[in-house]
C-alpha cells in the first residue's frame, strides 16, 4: 500500500461515507472543511506567502490551517459553487496542494454552454447546438439543430432540472419568448433519440471506474434518476471509454461524471460533464469508484513529491528563481497560462507542460484499442493496458516486448 496521506476534504455539506470509507479503510487520514467556513488570505508582497484560515462560527477566531500538512485536496462542492471554486483555487494555484479537479474545471462543467463549448474545441462530439442572447429568428435556430423535436437547457442546473423538450411549433415559441422576457439564458441541441436512455459514467484519471445506464420514468425523457429513472450497471466499449476519458480531460477534471447517449445508429454523443456525480452510481452499481479516486489521487501525490524532489534544472529553474511563475501550457485543452511553480509541479502530470512545441505538436491518439505489455514505474508490476492508455501516461509506463 502507498504510503499513509492526509486528505482536506472541500465538501459542502456531509461528505458522503463512501468517500470516508475509501480514505479510512486504505489507511489514510482526512479533515473536512466547508467552503463557506473558510477565509482566504493573498499577502501584499511578491515573495509574501498566501494562507487560509478556518472561520467557522463556532469558533472564537479564526484559525489558520497548516496546510503543509494537507496531501492532497478532494473536493466535493454542490450549492455556491462560485465561492467553492474560489477556495479551491486558492488551495490548488496560491498554496500547490493537488487536487483531481481544478477550479476552472468546475466552472466549466456547472455550465451546460462552456462545457459544450470545450468539448466541441477538443473534437469531441456533441448535439448540434445554439445559443442566442435574444432569439428572434427562432425558426432559423430550430432547424440549425436538425428541426423538431429538440431540447432546451437552462446553461446552470443539475439532475434533470431546467431541461425541456420543443415538441411543437407553438411550444416553442411560447417557451423561447417566456425565456428570454424572463432573461433566463438557455442553449437548444437537436434531439438524441436514445430510445429514453443514457449512460453516466464516472472518470478517473485515465480510465472510466464504472458506468451506469439509466431509462426514463414512463412518460419522460429524461433518464436522470433524482427525476424518477431506474439504472443497472454496464460495460461500455472502449471507444466509449476513450471517449468519456476525452471529455472529462477537455474541461479540465481528472475525475468526474461524464453522462452519454446514444442515437437509433449506435453513435455517441457527449451530453455533460458532473464535477459533483453524487453517490446514486454506488448505489445502483454496487461500485464504490472513490477507492478509484483516492488512489489515483495517492499515486499523482507520490509523482509529484518525487518529482519536487529532484534538483531543478534549466529553463525552470531560471523561471522560478526570477520570480516564481512559469508559462504552462495544457496538451488536452490547449490553455495557455502564467502560474507558479509550485502549482505547476502539481499540475505537470494532468496534461501540462513549459513546452509551447508540445502543444502544437501533439499527435492525435492511436484509433487502435490493441492491448500492448508494459511496466508500471509506480507499481513495479506488468500489466496489459490499451495502446491509448499507454500513449497518455508514457511517464508512468514503459513498454515492453510482447
Known sequence: MSKSLNFLILATGQPTHYLLDAITKQ???YEVHEPKDLYLYIDQSETGKDMIYNGANHLEKPVLLKTQSYDAVISAIGANLAHGASILRHLTENLGIYCAQTATGLETASNKLKTTQRLSTNGITVPPTVYAGEPTHIPFLIDKVGGLPAVA?????SQGVGVFLLETPQATNTALE???KLKVPLKIQGFVNGKNKDIRAIVVGDKVAV???RTANQGSFRANLSQGGSGRKVELSDADKKLCVEAARAVDLRYAGVDLMKDDKGKSYIIEVNGNPGTKIVNITGYNHYYDLVNFVAERVGQIKAKRAEPEKGPRKEASASSGMVQAHNVHT?????MTAQEFSSLQFDGWTTDPKAVASKT???KTDKLVKVHNINSGETEMVSEYEFSLNQSRYIRLKD
Open 334 to 338: 490547449k490553455e495557455s497560462r502564467s
Open 364 to 366: 492525435a491518439p492511436p
Open 153 to 157: 437547457k437552462l446553461l446552470q442546473g
Open 211 to 213: 458506468a451506469m445506464e
Open 27 to 29: 489507511g489514510h487520514t
Open 178 to 180: 417566456s425565456m428570454y
